[in-house]
């Protein structure tokens, strides 16, 4: 069974930095693309962003060029880096494996809380 543990997460002022970080176990982790996913109160749950294990990545534009995802498959870990942080990302961030979210198998840990304050 997969097992995800994210944390990292805070409370940050507007303009400020958090890194994330999620560990997996239940997984060949390197053969899996692994995604940061966040929910905001009254919102569906999104996909932040994705990295393959070779290292591409893709970020949702309403993040990119402020957050990076990246990976580390020797810890099974994988991270968002997190930069000039908005009031509107407040959210609890999430991370699991995109195959498994697209077909409704996927179990999710308990998510680290963000809160930014303006």
């Known amino acids: 069974q997969v097992q995800l543990v994210e944390s990292g997460g805070g409370l940050v002022q507007a303009g400020g930095s958090l890194r994330l970080s999620c560990a997996a176990s239940?997984?060949?982790?390197?053969?899996?693309?692994m995604g940061w996913y966040r929910q905001a109160p009254g919102k569906q749950r999104e996909l932040v962003a994705s990295?393959?294990?070779?290292?591409?990545?893709n970020v949702a534009d309403s993040v990119k060029g402020r957050f990076t995802i990246s990976r580390d498959n020797a810890k099974n870990t994988v991270y968002l880096q997190m930069n000039n942080l908005k009031p509107e990302d407040t959210a609890v961030y999430y991370c699991?494996?995109?195959?498994?979210?697209?077909?409704?198998?996927?179990?999710w840990g308990q998510g680290t809380q963000v809160t930014v304050s303006s």
């Open positions: 990295i393959h294990s070779g290292g591409t990545t």
């Open positions: 239940g997984i060949i982790f390197r053969n899996n693309v």
């Open positions: 699991n494996v995109p195959r498994m979210v697209v077909s409704n198998s996927a179990s």
